[in-house]
């Protein structure tokens, strides 16, 4: 099996050392970062919160976990089929509050917070993106959860690629959402180093600064200020930093990579629909050239929108993902 890297294009080099930057989200970055963002809410167990008209419950669950027990937070909403919502970094549940509504309407939602982001546990402990997989599986154990459809994004891929493959007699449907699949190369992936490099993994203790290098670099359209706030809340929680620096002190995103084309793919067993922004800089769409000589029944969807496209387009992020998930 070929694991070389693909050469990357002069222009995906190109957006991803210059960005998006938009102005308007830059703008609402620097307004941020001069006025100072309030503590993030504290919740508590079966506390609901109105959200545009739709009522979520929170829930804070203790699970097994490799050598320890698991605190985990997500809210859930909704009936039906159950659908596993898995942010990415530098995010939380909260990021899928802008379809949470429509998606609730069809599917009992479960958006957790990874292990380490927002309120579910930060201790120490297992942080390898295998193992938090089998350890968000025992979490559904835990709560009577046999099988489920998957929508996940950014480093939330890591871990539900594990549990598509491992667990694929278990997921209905997977929405795999902006992760590197059968190409890979490091010049797109500069935040592993950023993270976890001793001269700037201070970073990750700045949540403002990791805002603006996520959401002014990535973004193709600006994300509204009172979201952008709510997100930086959440990164905010104390120990945050530090657990999301164990995942990248565990692992390398070539080791993920490698994990994906040597071990995971030929485990994916259910229908797949491959998502991500039109415009995203770390994962340009040249990317999927050969996409057919290993996932031949895979479909692509491009959502008009950078990396964090769920908030910055979630009319059209919907229009591509819930017919697939509804099974169209």
């Not at 909260?94 to 990874?114: G, Q, T, V, Y």
């Not at 990535?218 to 120990?239: M, T």
Request: aromatic share 10%; proline share 7%.
């Amino acid at each position: 099996m070929d694991l070389e890297y693909r050469p990357v294009s002069d222009a995906a080099l190109a957006l991803m050392r210059e960005g998006h930057n938009h102005p308007e989200m830059v703008a609402t970055l620097r307004e941020i970062a001069a006025e100072g963002v309030p503590p993030a809410p504290e919740n508590t167990d079966g506390e609901t919160e109105d959200i545009s008209g739709l009522t979520v419950t929170h829930r804070f669950v203790e699970a097994p976990g490799e050598s320890e027990t698991i605190r985990w937070h997500f809210v859930e909403a909704g009936e039906g089929p159950v659908l596993l919502l898995m942010h990415g970094i530098p995010q939380s549940w909260c990021m899928w509050r802008a379809i949470l509504p429509e998606l609730a309407k069809h599917f009992r939602c479960i958006a957790i917070d990874l292990k380490g982001y927002g309120q579910s546990d930060k201790g120490r402990g297992d942080y390898r993106h295998e193992g938090v997989a089998e350890q968000v599986v025992a979490l559904l154990d835990t709560i009577g959860v046999e099988k489920f459809n998957l929508f996940s994004h950014d480093r939330g891929t890591v871990q539900a690629d594990f549990i598509a493959a491992k667990h694929a007699d278990r997921v209905i449907r997977y929405v795999r959402g902006s992760q590197h699949l059968i190409h890979f190369h490091p010049d797109l992936a500069p935040q592993e180093f950023l993270f976890s490099d001793i001269e700037t993994r201070g970073i990750l203790q700045d949540p403002v600064k990791v805002f603006e290098w996520g959401f002014g670099r990535l973004c193709k359209y600006p994300i509204a200020k009172p979201d952008v706030i709510r997100a930086i809340q959440e990164f905010s929680r104390p120990g945050t930093g530090l657990a999301v620096e164990r995942y990248f002190q565990s692992s390398t995103f070539r080791k993920d990579w490698i994990d994906r084309r040597t071990r995971l793919i030929p485990g994916w067993k259910a229908p797949m629909l491959i998502l991500q922004g039109s415009e995203e800089p770390p994962m340009p769409v040249e990317n999927y050239e050969g996409l057919d000589e290993y996932l031949p029944d895979a479909r692509v969807a491009l959502v008009d929108g950078g990396h964090f496209y769920v908030e910055e387009n979630p009319a059209d992020t919907l229009a591509k993902a819930l017919p697939f998930l509804l099974g169209d």
